[in-house]
């Protein structure tokens, strides 16, 4: 529900439009966060009346439930999807009828069912659903070159919702400088670390990733902390409403989490866009940074699920951990009764400074006393 691409965005527009019923268009404002989406080819002709509204911008397909760059490719022309609006229909065992849709970009993926029992039924094929997306067409440029985010999210709850966000992270560069004359070259416009890392030029020593810190400080430098500030609290928004997105479909277990990663883009007028959620997020490091970071993560998400009954349960940050959800938003000040005012700051450091060492240490010598 959160993390295939089509069941993202769908959630995503329910959680708005109830936002706008019960809490008016400002509100729902907040959720204006994913570029402009159509699942292929079931939205098909709504996407084409969209194409056809806008001429000449540029649009990106995404299969739904690949990673690593995988299937994906950009377009302006209407005929290089023209595949995907064929569908016909075929019989499931019971009488009911199942659309198919059938494109020359697909991979056929599994046989309908093994209980099909007709020549012709046997024949029929699934065929993988893909989403068109607006493309975001003036990312924030750090060299002449793109980047996107890479951000943790643990939740160890959702009913009541109980969401961690990681203070480090990291942000993943393309090795070619940006354009949008050669749509076709995926080392300009992917920034996924398995499609950079196969460019003629890569460079394994230097890699393409920049810490989450180094980037809050160089934006900070150029725009000043204020515009930063407003940067990163959009993020934090991002965050929670996705995840208020799907609360109520997600089956809640106790004994149950996940750690999630999300891809974020910047564009040229500092606004975060929210492009995926990945389950399982790669823990394969590039670098000694990364590696250091990912151990890390894996150690401090581990310190959370407490299977060995340490925590009192009213922690608000444990190692690079801070809790930012908690059946409502948690404040930095105090402890997590601590009412809503106006003075109130959210417990969110993404980017900022992680001294995980020392505060485990602490952490954990005040529950021995």
């Not at 008016?24 to 194409?51: I, N, Q, R, S």
């Not at 196969?198 to 809050?216: F, H, S, V």
């Not at 150690?299 to 801070?322: C, Q, Y």
Request: hydrophobic share 35%; with cysteine.
């Amino acid at each position: 529900q959160l993390t295939r691409k089509n069941y993202l965005v769908k959630n995503l527009k329910r959680l708005r439009k109830q936002l706008e019923r019960e809490a008016g268009k400002l509100e729902a404002a907040k959720c204006d966060f994913f570029p402009k989406t159509f699942e292929m080819p079931l939205e098909y002709h709504l996407f084409v009346e969209e194409f056809r509204k806008n001429p000449g911008i540029t649009w990106i397909m995404k299969p739904v439930g690949r990673s690593q760059g995988k299937g994906i490719f950009l377009f302006r022309k209407l005929k290089d999807v023209i595949d995907w609006k064929k569908v016909r229909t075929a019989p499931f065992p019971s009488g009911g009828m199942f659309k198919l849709a059938f494109c020359s970009f697909a991979i056929i993926s599994s046989s309908l069912s093994d209980g099909l029992h007709t020549d012709d039924q046997k024949d029929e094929t699934q065929v993988e659903i893909y989403v068109a997306q607006r493309y975001i067409e003036n990312p924030y440029l750090i060299g002449g070159r793109k980047f996107d985010l890479r951000v943790y999210v643990l939740v160890t709850s959702y009913i009541p919702l109980k969401a961690w966000l990681y203070r480090d992270g990291f942000a993943r560069f393309s090795n070619t400088r940006f354009t949008l004359n050669s749509i076709d070259d995926h080392y300009v416009h992917l920034t996924n670390v398995a499609v950079q890392k196969t460019a003629p030029d890569y460079d394994p020593e230097k890699g393409c990733k920049w810490m989450i810190q180094q980037l809050r400080q160089y934006l900070t430098a150029k725009h000043g902390a204020e515009s930063v500030e407003v940067l990163f609290a959009d993020m934090d928004n991002i965050f929670i409403k996705s995840l208020q997105s799907v609360q109520k479909v997600i089956i809640s277990d106790k004994h149950c989490f996940e750690l999630y990663g999300y891809d974020i883009l910047i564009d040229q007028d500092l606004k975060p866009w929210l492009l995926e959620v990945n389950a399982s997020p790669s823990l394969t490091a590039s670098s000694q940074e990364d590696y250091e970071l990912k151990c890390h993560l894996l150690k401090d998400t581990l310190h959370i699920v407490d299977m060995e009954g340490r925590l009192t349960g009213k922690e608000k940050r444990v190692g690079g951990f801070d809790l930012i959800w908690n059946d409502g938003p948690v404040s930095r000040e105090g402890n997590l009764d601590t009412p809503l005012n106006e003075n109130f700051m959210a417990n969110t450091h993404l980017g900022c400074y992680n001294d995980r060492k020392k505060q485990l240490k602490q952490l954990f010598r005040s529950l021995r006393a």
